[in-house]
């Protein structure tokens, strides 16, 4: 049987993030996309509204949502803003290696902390030798008595300097290379933790982006995640979960661009009727509802089949992030295109949007890297 409709527990969840989104980051989205701060003050109200860790396991002070359920509230989060809902949706990205491989011991412990301290964390896989080539890391945490001594060189890491700990991937036998990445818990109070820079960028500016290198961090041994050499895995299974948020996020930005074009267009008026009269406008608005409502279907099969444990669940994520991204950037495109000069004005938001999604199609993975995921698998 084929439903595509939503339960009520759905339903409330779209509302209580689209009433959040209204709300809090609407009003702030232009704010914030110029001042490049870190939004704390709707980090917070998030954290009251139980829009936080949403996949975390109740038990541990999270939500327990099932990657549909979660792709739901980033739509809405992506309508806001793709930067400030990045700011409450990258602790998922951060958060997952400990909910897949993490013991319970850990799980209890760095779950605990984050939601006590009503903080953030952040995933530090990129390195200046290894973007898309993950297996060209080179940082190092080489065991010690009970400790694993840290060293190493990230770049691009969302949230760094306002992490409450970093999950930093490094390889533990520099010989065996990528097969002995692992992944780690590194608390930002350990000694030996440098940010270097914080990222200048196009879009998405409410999140910050850090260059950190660790000097000798002493990890204590216990913050090892799922055993040596298994850090490859547990990074590719992370974004097998995640890129279908980064999909959701797409989506709702080509749906706010969509919109706020589309009434442009009815109330526009030259040649003494409103644009939307020409065939050529309504044609750009027909095949951005189109798109739109593709990415959507896609989205959704993908993220019902990760929840659903079908076996093409992976190359699905990897279809939808890059389908959503490419969407959501052509969306946006032609939304600055109908408004044409007060659509690249900063007077309204569509031009923001198109610097945002941009990134979304090159983060998690660029798409051209999806696309070698997907056609692998077709060819396999
Ligand atoms: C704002 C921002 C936030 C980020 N947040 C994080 C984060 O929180 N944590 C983290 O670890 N990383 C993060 N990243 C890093 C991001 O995931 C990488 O930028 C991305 O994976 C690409 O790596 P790269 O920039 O080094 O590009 P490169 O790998 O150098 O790629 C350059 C170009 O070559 C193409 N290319 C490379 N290899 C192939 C291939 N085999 N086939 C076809 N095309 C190829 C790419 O698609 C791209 O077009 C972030 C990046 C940015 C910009």
């Known amino acids: 049987m084929i439903d595509f409709s939503l339960d009520k527990t759905q339903e409330g969840i779209v509302e209580k993030y689209r009433s959040f989104a209204q709300k809090w980051i609407v009003p702030n989205r232009m ?31 999270g939500h327990d949502y099932s990657i549909f359920n979660g792709a739901l509230g980033s739509e809405e989060l992506g309508a806001g803003c793709i930067g400030i809902g990045i700011c409450i949706d990258a602790n998922t990205l951060a958060l997952t290696p400990l909910l897949l491989s993490g013991t319970e011991e850990q799980q209890k412990k760095f779950f605990g902390i984050i939601v006590e301290k009503q903080g953030v964390a952040a995933y530090c896989l990129t390195e200046p ?15 010690k008595g ?14 760094g300097e306002v992490a409450t700990f970093h999950t930093v991937f490094a390889l533990t036998d520099p010989e065996r290379g990528a097969r002995s990445l692992s992944a780690f818990v590194v608390p930002m109070d350990l000694d030996g933790i440098e940010i270097v820079s914080k990222l200048r960028k196009m879009g998405q500016n409410a999140s910050v982006q850090n260059e950190i290198k660790y000097h000798d961090v ?7 995640l799922g055993g040596e050499g298994r850090g490859f895995i547990i990074a590719m299974k992370t974004f097998d979960r995640t890129r279908t948020g980064v999909a959701a996020l797409s989506l709702g930005a080509a749906r706010e661009a969509y919109e706020i074009s589309l009434e442009w267009a009815k109330n526009r008026i030259q040649f003494g009727k409103p644009i939307a009269a020409n065939q050529a406008v309504a044609f750009m608005l027909a095949d951005m509802a189109t798109q739109i409502e593709s990415a959507r279907a896609l989205t959704w099969k993908a993220a019902w089949s990760y929840d659903n444990g079908t076996k093409d669940a992976s190359k699905l994520a990897a279809m939808a992030k ?28 569509v031009e923001k949007i198109m610097r945002d999604v941009k990134l979304c199609q090159i983060y998690e993975g660029t798409n051209q890297v999806q696309r070698l995921v997907v056609s692998k698998s077709i060819l396999k």
């Open 31 to 61: 704010k914030y996309d110029e001042s490049c701060e870190f939004p704390w003050d709707i980090v917070k109200e998030a954290y009251k509204a139980g829009l936080m860790n949403g996949p975390i396991p109740k038990k541990f002070g």
């Open 146 to 159: 009970d400790k694993y001594i840290l060293n190493g060189h990230k770049r691009f890491i969302t949230n």
């Open 129 to 143: 030798n290894a973007g898309s080539d993950v297996a060209g890391i080179q940082s190092t945490a080489i065991k």
């Open 322 to 349: 890059y389908y959503a991204s490419d969407v959501a950037m052509l969306v946006a495109t032609d939304a600055v295109q109908v408004m044409a000069g007060d659509g690249y004005s900063k007077d309204y938001p």
């Open 218 to 224: 002493e990890v204590p041994a216990e913050n090892l």
